[in-house]
Each structure stands twice: as C-alpha cells, then as structure tokens.
C-alpha cells in the first residue's frame, strides 16, 4: 500500500515537473530524476534487447537528452506544454520505449535504405503523444499488431538463404556494428557478388533510387505483399518501423 501511494505521489508531480524542466532547481531535477528512474524500473521492452546497450546507460542517455534536454540550445521559453507531459508511469515508459525506437532507427538505417526521413519522428511524436503504445497506435492503422509484424519479420528471415541472412545482419542486424560494413561482412563469410545480392535483398540502392525501386526488392516485396502496407513516402512511419522490427528480429536471432 505504501508503494502505490509512493507511485501515486510521484505521478502527481511529474507533469508540473515536466512542464518546467528547462528552468528546474537543483531539487526539482533530483525529484524528476527520481521519478523517471522509478518509473523504468523492471521495464525491459524488446527493443533493449535489439539495442544490445546496456539499460542504465539507455537511461541516462534519455535523461539527459530528453527529459532535462541537455543538449539543446538554451531558448526564451522555460516551459513545455503540460499537455505533452507524461502523466503517469506507464507513460513515462512509453516515452522512454519511443526514444528507443529513435535510436534503433537510426543504427539500424545507417547503411539501410534512405526513403524522405525528414521530420519523421516529429510525424510519430503527433501522432502518437498522447497513446500508451506508439508502434501499436502506427501498425493498427494498417490493421496489423506488433506480435504479427514480428513474427512475419521471423518467417521472412528464415525465408532466406544463408547469404542474404548475413547481409541481413550486416546492415540491418546484428552484425551491423562491425567495422567495415557489408565488404567486411561478405568478406568474413565468403558471399560473392554481395553488391548485386544487397540490392536485391533491399539492404542497399543505387544512388537515386526511388521508392519503387525499393518495392521491388525482397524486403520491399515482404512489407507490401505479407504485411499490405505500400512503398510511398505517405507510408514511410510504417515502414521505418516495421524495419526497426525486422532489425530487432535479426538481433534476437543471432
């Protein structure tokens, strides 16, 4: 009982806190900090593990980029809407659940397909501010549930040969963070003609490509085919999250 009037304490002076954390005191940081850091506790959704970085410094690094937004320039604004603050603990891991997914995009699409990123995310943050489970509230547009778009990713994995299961993991997976990219990676498991077969797959496009010629590829042909979501730029939320789940299945595949 004491627990859950602690949890409900807290929850109470979160939003407040959050309004206001461009200008906090000393006092006020330490309570928010304390407050988020409670709230993350046992929280170990799946995209850590996709990650493979370690929880606390996960933490840390949305603590300081997104809470207390250390890294932005200072402005003449010294609070935030209190509407976008989270209101509650669940909401708190669903915002710590969006930022990993932000960063699982950008390390799984460094070397990946380039569609129009421009401003993606912020078209997620609209989209999705005020819902618990934002790759939920995205894929159900599409009639699709995260579990399915999962398991499909699975069944398409092992839909491929050893070759392009390794390209896979090269760009998208868990060999992606290896020095020397996809030549380094095709080198170490003796794949021949991988440039011809990382276009085909849809891990690489030539210069200029245009979304249709992602739709042609093998990854392209599974998102449009098995998962019904079209290659067009209106469809790049979907589609960036979907790969970050196919990202995360060639991880926990490894």
């Known amino acids: ?3 859950t009037q602690s949890t409900t304490a ?18 006020e940081m330490a309570s928010i900090y304390t407050i988020v850091r409670h709230a993350l506790t046992g929280y170990h959704p799946s995209e850590l593990q996709a ?14 980029l997104k809470v ?11 609070s ?12 708190v891991c669903a915002y710590f659940r969006r930022y990993l997914i932000d960063c699982l995009r950008s390390a799984a699409h460094q070397h990946n397909v380039s569609l129009d990123e421009s401003d993606v995310m912020l078209e997620l943050d609209h989209q999705t501010a005020f819902h618990p489970d934002p790759v939920g509230s995205v894929l159900m547009q599409y009639g699709l549930h995260e579990a399915e778009v999962r398991e499909s990713a699975s069944h398409f994995i092992d839909s491929l040969d050893d070759a392009d299961r390794m390209l896979l993991a090269g760009s998208l997976g868990w060999l992606s963070n290896k020095k020397g990219g ?10 021949a003609s991988y ?20 739709a042609r590829t093998e990854i392209g042909q599974w998102i449009e085919g098995s998962l019904g979501i079209d290659i067009v730029p209106g469809n790049r939320i ?14 926990a595949q490894e």
Do not use: C
Not at 238 to 251: E, K, P, R, T
């Open 1 to 3: 009982m004491e627990n």
């Open 10 to 27: 807290m929850d109470g002076m979160l939003p407040e806190l959050w309004q206001r954390r461009a200008s906090l005191s000393h006092d």
């Open 51 to 64: 990650l493979g970085e370690d929880k606390e410094e996960l933490i840390s690094q949305f603590l300081y």
């Open 68 to 78: 207390f937004r250390l890294e932005s320039a200072p402005t003449a604004a010294t």
């Open 80 to 91: 935030f809407p209190l509407h976008s603050a989270p209101s509650s603990s669940r909401a």
């Open 182 to 191: 996809l030549s380094r990676v095709a080198a170490h498991y003796g794949i």
């Open 195 to 214: 440039h011809y077969r990382a276009r085909k797959l849809g891990v690489a496009l030539k210069k200029r490509s245009i979304p249709a010629d992602f």
């Open 238 to 251: 979907a589609i960036l999250l979907v790969l970050g789940i196919l990202s995360a299945q060639s991880h």
